[in-house]
Structure formats: C-alpha cells, structure tokens
Nanobody, 126 residues
Framework: QVQLVESGGGLVQAGSSLRLSCVSS????????MGWFRQAPGKEREFVAG???????????DYADSVKGRFTVSRSIADSTLYLQMNSLKPEDTAVYYC????????????????WGQGTQVTVSS
C-alpha cells in the first residue's frame, strides 16, 4: 500500500513560482510511476506531468502541453519525494493539484493510477 502526502500549495501572483512536494511511503518509490494531476473548479481532473522508471535510476517524464517549458518534475529517492517545480504561473494554473502513483504501469490518464494524495490548492492571481 502506497500513501502519498502533498504539500507546497498556496496563493501567488501570476509570474511567480511554487514547488509542490509529494512524500511517498510504502512501495518501492524508485520504481513507482508517478503523476501530477490537477482539477480546476467546474472542470475534470487533468494530467499535468508524469514520470516512469525505465531502469538504472533513469526516468522518462511527460508533460501536458499547457505546462511544458514551465513545470518540471523531479524525484528524490533518498527522501521518497516527488517534486513539481512550477514557474511562470498563470491564473489558469489555479487548481487543486494531486500526486498519484502506480505500480508496474504508466500512463497519462488518471485511471492508470492506483494511489492518490489528498491534494494541495494552488491559486494564481492576476
């Protein structure tokens, strides 16, 4: 059983940066497929970024077009923590951000992921 706890959300102005953290417990963190999703008010949850282990401490990362070039996913194996560095934030990035994990599979759709955190609110003012 994998448990995920996100933190780092907040209220910031457009153009600012935030770094979200997702601490994982249970499972083998280094081999988990990890994803970040977000849900804005009145909208469906959408994929933001995902990362999968491809062997020997090498990971492959995917980003939604809307965040490519602004957001970066990284992983600290020692701390069992996944990060989402968000730069040049826009009001349309306002949402609850969720961390998700899956064992032995990977994808950009939420149905792939077995484990979810509670979410952290990110609000970007214009």
């Amino acid at each position: 059983q994998v448990q995920l706890v996100e933190s780092g959300g907040g209220l910031v102005q457009a153009g600012s940066s935030l770094r979200l953290s997702c601490v994982s417990s249970g499972g083998t963190f280094s081999k988990l497929s990890m994803g970040w999703f977000r849900q804005a008010p009145g909208k469906e949850r959408e994929f933001v970024a995902g990362q999968r282990w491809i062997g020997s401490n090498v990971y492959s990362t995917d980003y939604a077009d809307s965040v490519k070039g602004r957001f970066t996913v990284s992983r600290s194996i020692a701390d069992s923590t996944l990060y989402l560095q968000m730069n040049s934030l826009k009001p349309e990035d306002t949402a609850v951000y969720y961390c998700a994990a899956a064992q032995d599979r990977y994808g950009t759709t939420e149905g792939i992921y077995e484990y979810w955190g509670q979410g952290t609110q990110v609000t970007v003012s214009s």
